[in-house]
């Protein structure tokens, strides 16, 4: 039984953490990275884009009120960026009122 667990926590989700709070990112981070899941973490929204771009994850936590690029307006751009990409692989977007 554990061999078949510890099989499961290695193909765990990509998560990308977006997040101008160091408090946040890293209370996500240790949260997810201790149940196995790959993190990523952008400190702004315009980071995250790039981020979500490049790393293609399956789930991204995207901070609602950021300065510069706040998160409403980043989901839009990885959205719509992804879009001419791949119909295929969106992630799932949660935001967090943090």
């Known amino acids: 039984m554990t061999t078949i667990y510890q099989v499961e926590k290695q193909n765990m989700a990509k998560v990308l953490i977006v997040d101008d709070s160091p408090t946040e990112v890293h ?3 240790m949260a997810l990275g201790d149940e196995g899941y790959q993190v990523v973490v952008a ?3 315009e980071e ?3 981020k979500a771009m490049e790393e293609m994850p399956d789930l991204i936590l995207m901070d609602v009120v950021m300065p510069g690029l706040n998160g409403f307006q980043a989901t839009r751009k990885v959205f719509r ?3 001419r990409f791949t119909a295929m692989h969106r992630p799932n ?3 967090s009122l943090s």
Do not use: E, Y
Request: cysteine-free; aromatic content about 14%.
């Open 27 to 29: 209370i996500f981070s």
């Open 43 to 45: 400190t702004d929204g």
């Open 48 to 50: 995250g884009v790039q």
């Open 81 to 83: 960026r992804r879009a």
């Open 93 to 95: 977007t949660f935001p």
